[in-house]
């Protein structure tokens, strides 16, 4: 068995935990996609198309591009 | 992740795709096969773009599509190239411009869909515990990472529990010094399918087995507000996971396999809404050292012990944050 310890030395200077979740969340420059109003439905965004008359901008991954991928 | 910011880091693509479409977002392995009337319209789009009949070396049909809701394409890319995302932008809407004109002429636009029955239904719990994940390298001593992506890794997912779950988290008494721990499914649901290494990748759900510790406590730290009605917590526990991953190596032709393990301490804090019976605010940090490496999650050259840190938040009430966890229709997401 690895022998590990709970939290390494070297991020010791990190007092808390909200200041290691901040470190974790992206930046605002990482998540300038996310200011897209981005549906989460191909289907949905069909007949909001239809509705709004605007052709669709569809952004496909394997994985989602919104989570994980 | 560092491929998804630099396609977006024009803020003309964002104008673009904000203002002159509906942008959507979606997973396209499950759009590919999926037997429902979503499936066979992706498929109809995805044939008429940049991956048309393309089998090797994968079938990925991913990439940025424009087209009209009746299925006509204007124009597709896969490219992290912002100006060609752009350029891409401007000629679905020059040759939008010019359909509309002709469907105008000739009253052959539909204006409504048909009925749409999802083959995969959507698992999304209606006033349940929505956390948005990122997962992140914590910072190390002694850093031995290549200086590329893989030392900026970082991703995102999300975590999906009922309400009557949500409610669970909160011990009784609701009284300060009040602690309990979490329910076991809970606890389960975090650990096998949302305390994995998914820095680089999207490695699989960690088998029941792989559980070797896994607490998670909840205490009041305190009872306030009108009638007493927000009841803030402390969550404090500790999971272990550990698993000899196997799994066949198509290009190679053979079998592999490979140990992987996180041993992650948890904190965090929520409070908890009585009124609206529902969280008005939850941050959780996950944080350890993780080692070896698996199948799908890109650690072959990072086998550590090195440290991993997932945090969990509260996620918004935008269209994007239904954005399903990567495991949802797993059969055991909910319970087995």
Known sequence: MIETTAVPDSIADMPTFRDFIAYVRPKPDEIRWLDVPWQTDLWEGRRLALQEGKPIFLWAMNGNPLGCT | ?336
Not at chain 2, 2 to 12: C, L, N, T, V, W
Not at chain 2, 23 to 44: I, M, T, Y
Not at chain 2, 121 to 144: C, F
Not at chain 2, 302 to 320: H, S, V
Request: glycine content about 6%; aromatic content about 10%.
């Open chain 2, 1 to 336: 992740m560092a491929g998804r910011a630099q396609a977006f880091s024009d803020p003309e693509v964002i104008r673009l795709a904000s203002e002159q479409f509906i942008p959507v977002a979606e997973n396209c392995s499950p759009l590919q096969r999926q037997r429902d009337a979503k499936g066979d319209f992706f498929r109809l789009i995805a044939e008429q773009g940049h991956y048309a009949g393309r089998t090797f070396p994968t079938d990925t049909r991913q990439g940025y599509y424009a087209f009209t809701a009746d299925g006509t394409l204007l124009a597709a890319r896969n490219s992290r190239d912002p100006r060609q995302m752009e350029e891409m932008l401007h000629t679905a809407l020059r040759r939008w411009s010019v359909l509309a004109d002709t469907d105008d002429a000739d009253g052959s636009a539909p204006e409504t869909l048909p009925d749409y029955a999802p083959a995969r239904p959507s698992r999304y719990p209606e006033g349940g515990l929505i956390l948005q994940l990122a997962a992140r390298d914590l910072p190390r001593a002694v850093d031995t990472r290549k200086d590329d992506w893989r030392k900026s890794a970082w991703n995102l997912d999300y975590a999906w529990f009922s309400a009557e779950e949500a409610r669970a988290i909160v011990p009784q008494p609701r009284l300060p010094g009040s602690r309990q721990q979490l329910p076991r499914e809970v606890i389960r649901r975090l650990a096998r399918f949302h305390l994995r290494d998914f820095v680089r990748g999207e490695p699989p759900v960690w088998p029941e087995e792989a559980i070797r510790d896994a607490e998670l406590e909840s205490a009041i730290l305190e009872v306030a507000g009108d009638e007493r009605r927000l009841v803030r917590l402390a969550l404090h526990g500790a999971v272990r996971l550990e698993w000899d991953w196997r799994w066949h190596d198509r290009q190679r032709d053979e079998d592999r396999h490979a140990e992987s393990g996180f041993d992650a301490a948890l904190y965090g804090e929520a409070t908890w809404d009585e009124s609206r019976g529902a969280f008005i605010a939850f941050e959780l940090l996950a944080a350890g050292p993780r080692w070896g490496t698996g199948q799908y999650n890109n650690r072959a050259d990072d086998l550590g012990p090195a440290p991993l840190g997932i945090a969990f938040t509260l996620a918004g009430d935008e269209p994007r944050d239904r954005t399903p966890p990567h495991t949802i229709y797993h059969p055991d997401y909910f319970g087995r």
